[in-house]
Structure formats: structure tokens, C-alpha cells
């Protein structure tokens, strides 16, 4: 059933929601800098550092990852087939090469049912939803900004 929204009620203003998108990015910034503290992790301001999270990123997040993540995290579970029909232009080679580096990587879970002919089913893995779900503020965050 549609509800409409009462119009009497107090929108959100952009500048109240950006306020909160600040807040929380500083929020985050600290969170970052005692984890990295506690684990030893440099992240940022040396070559090195750079260097690693730039490959770390390319790694996780190369062409068609985040495609991948994204859909299964929405889905909570999907087939090869779905997925090639999700992802227009993906090759079934290349979406196959994919899901296996991140099955590899622990993001996602691999799970083959009982079926003539047999199919395949991928999940999310624990570290991948929490990899999705602390991806959702970025996507809101690019949805709000870019309205």
C-alpha cells in the first residue's frame, strides 16, 4: 500500500544532511587512526603506505568486483546466470574468473545445489556484507551529493 509522506512534517534540509555526512566522515577518519595505531597499519602519508592501499583497492575492487558485490549483497543470493543477465557486458569467462578471486579473497561463499543439472549459488560471505555494508555510506553519501 502507498503512503504518502505528510507534507506538515520537517524535511530533512541538505545542509542538515551534509552536516551529518561530515560528521560521521570525521567520525570514521578517527576510527581509522586508532585501528591503524592498535594494529601497527600505516595507512596514509608515507609512499609505501600508498602504495599497498592502492593495490590492496585494485585487488578488491578491480573492473567488476564491486558489480559483483553490490548485486549479491542486494540479492543475498544469486546465480551465475543472474548475475551475467545483471551485469550487461561482462563475459561468462571474466564473471567466472571474478567470482572465484573474490570466493579466494573471502567475500564471497560458493555454494553448489542439488539440481539436474546442477547450479551454483553465491552469498556473501561474513566479510563480505561487512565490507558491503560499510561500503552504504559512501553510496548514500554519492547519491545525496550528486542530486
Do not use: C, H
Not at 66 to 74: A, D
Amino acid at each position: 500500500m502507498y503512503q504518502s509522506v505528510d507534507s506538515s512534517k520537517e524535511s530533512v534540509s541538505t545542509e542538515k544532511v551534509e552536516s551529518r555526512f561530515r560528521d560521521f566522515g570525521e567520525a570514521a577518519s578517527e576510527f581509522v587512526r586508532l585501528v591503524s595505531a592498535e594494529g601497527g597499519i600505516s595507512y596514509r602519508g608515507e609512499p609505501s603506505a600508498v602504495k599497498d592501499n592502492l593495490n590492496l583497492m585494485k585487488k578488491v575492487f578491480g573492473k567488476w568486483s564491486i558489480e559483483i558485490i553490490l548485486s549479491t549483497y542486494s540479492m543475498k543470493s544469486v546465480g551465475f546466470g543472474d548475475l551475467r543477465r545483471l551485469l550487461q557486458g561482462i563475459s561468462s569467462r571474466v564473471l567466472s574468473k571474478k567470482l572465484k578471486d573474490l570466493e579466494e579473497l573471502g567475500f564471497l561463499e560458493r555454494r553448489v545445489v542439488e539440481s539436474k543439472p546442477p547450479r551454483v549459488r553465491y552469498t556473501l560471505s561474513k566479510k563480505g556484507e561487512l565490507l558491503a555494508k560499510l561500503g552504504e555510506p559512501v553510496i548514500l553519501y554519492l547519491r545525496n551529493s550528486m542530486e
